[in-house]
Nanobody, 121 residues
């Protein structure tokens, strides 16, 4: 599975962005899809994950209530709608695919290249 993330950019605090992650290769619909982020000097942080069916989602505490993950298996794409953005959301955002959903980035098999999100105050 090859993953390509897009949609990052510069936005003011309180604004919104929608990230996309397009997959190519086999069996996208069988993978759980996650979003992680990493700011300079910080560890990679779990943001959200969605199961292969899209029925179950989980969020990190820092984004709960502001971010929404979704997927379109027909388009082999997963999305992350980010609202009420804060300067502390500034990071490189990565999408990833795993055989089983989880919060631990080490359990993910495939990774996109990352897209930069910068939130100005």
């Amino acid at each position: 599975v090859q993953l390509e993330a897009s949609g990052g950019g510069l936005v003011q605090a309180g604004g919104s962005l929608r990230l996309s992650c397009a997959a190519s290769g086999r069996a996208f619909g069988t993978y759980a899809m996650g979003w992680f982020r990493q700011a300079p000097g910080k560890e990679r942080e779990f943001v959200s994950v969605i199961t292969w069916s899209g029925r179950t989602t989980f969020y990190g505490d820092s984004v709960k209530g502001r971010f929404t993950i979704s997927r379109d298996n027909a388009r082999s794409t997963v999305y992350l709608q980010m609202n009420s953005l804060k300067p502390e959301d500034t990071a490189t955002y990565y999408c990833a695919a795993a055989s089983q959903y989880g919060r631990d980035w080490r359990t993910y098999d495939y990774w996109g290249q990352g897209t930069q999100v910068t939130v100005s105050s």
